[in-house]
């Protein structure tokens, strides 16, 4: 799933590509995108909110674009808001495409042509400039929700969450009693959007790796230092991955449809019986609640 790094990234290439633009027409083939503000748990899909969702956007123009933890919210004119959240699989690209019966056909950007992850869009806005953003999702769990702007930012998935993990104004002293407070495994904690907002898997095993915290370690028990380490690291492999536009070995691109370059540096990320940088030990595996978690053995001791 994209994390604060790949969203910040769409979201600093969305006000550059796409502000001021005005958005002409909504095409998708997958209704279940759209979800209904008022109710995002319905299972079949609400025929007339559905047909609303091109009215409500129609004509309006692109003001900005924020991230708040993982979600894309996209400013609008007339006290509009739309959020996109991506999930597991999707990413948002900026180009042109054609619909050939029911799929979009990519014209560009080229790497939207060559790279197959690239090729699962299922929601385009028209933009004035014959530009288009789509939002392709290979597993079709990404979202899309329209309305005032007062009805999305009180959305409890977005007022439940807890403070940024880049926020300057949270200090280390409330970082503390946030973890400390906590009885699961740091592990847990770090990537529990209502305690911190943006941290996922990718993060969270390179964040614990660079402080030398096991990942299961409970959080409550966890000491002075290994808590500034964990700060320290936040504040390090955070901003390094946004220079570098993120992680893709898996399904993230850019709104170009490129790879991010983090993932040619990760520290124990996904690097299961490769050697440790620092020790050489093998670095380890072991699943958790449907997560893997990796680390270090030797330099990360329970």
Request: aromatic letters at 8%; a positive charge.
């Amino acid at each position: 799933m994209p994390e604060l790094p790949e969203v910040q990234t769409v979201v600093n290439d969305l006000n550059k590509k796409v502000l001021g633009r005005r958005i002409t027409g909504v095409w998708f083939d997958w209704p279940k995108i759209i979800k209904d503000p008022l109710d995002q748990s319905k299972k079949k899909v609400a025929h007339k909110h559905v047909a609303e969702f091109e009215k409500f956007l129609k004509g309006e123009k692109i003001a900005k674009a924020r991230r708040k933890g993982k979600n894309i919210l996209i400013y609008l004119s007339h006290d509009k808001l739309l959020l996109i959240h991506q999930k597991m699989t999707g990413h948002m690209l900026v180009g042109k495409w054609k619909i050939e019966g029911k799929k979009a056909k990519p014209v560009e950007p080229p790497a939207a042509i060559s790279d197959p992850y690239n090729s699962y869009v299922h929601l385009i806005l028209y933009l004035d400039n014959g530009k288009m953003l789509a939002l392709s999702d290979l597993r079709k769990f990404a979202k899309a929700i329209a309305g005032p702007v007062e009805q999305i930012e009180n959305l409890p998935e977005l007022k439940n969450l807890g403070p940024d993990a880049l926020d300057p104004s949270l200090k280390f002293v409330q970082f503390v009693k946030l973890i400390k407070s906590n009885n699961r495994k740091i592990y847990q904690v770090l990537m529990d959007q209502e305690v911190i907002a943006g941290i996922g898997n990718i993060y969270a095993n390179d964040i614990l790796w660079a402080a030398k915290v096991h990942p299961f370690k409970p959080a409550k028990k966890l000491s002075e230092k290994e808590l500034k380490g964990i700060w320290q690291a936040i504040h390090k492999i955070l901003p390094r991955a946004l220079k570098l536009r993120g992680t893709s070995t898996s399904d993230f691109r850019d709104t170009a449809g490129l790879k991010g370059k983090y993932g040619n540096v990760r520290l124990v990320y996904q690097r299961e019986d490769e050697p440790c940088a620092r020790c050489k030990t093998k670095i380890k595996r072991v699943k958790m609640g449907g997560r893997s978690a990796h680390f270090c053995p030797k330099c990360q001791k329970a």
